[in-house]
């Protein structure tokens, strides 16, 4: 995603052609994908945390 993110403030500064814009579905799957996978990542890591303290707290 950092690469995209590169590419389109260092590499793409002037508008870009119709033509062109009507081909950018790859770069929104990828990058659609790409976020995906990055909150699935946060949020699993976030119930195995909630998990770990409720085992922690013991209950007797």
Excluded: E
Excluded at 40 to 46: E, I, L, P, S, T
């Amino acid at each position: 995603m950092a690469l995209f993110a590169a590419v389109k403030w260092f590499v793409l500064t002037q508008p870009m052609p119709g033509a062109m814009k009507q081909h950018l579905a790859l770069t929104r799957i990828v990058n659609f994908i790409g976020i995906a996978m990055v909150a699935a990542y946060f949020v699993h890591r976030q119930k195995d945390k909630a998990r770990a303290s409720v085992k922690g707290a013991g209950c007797g």
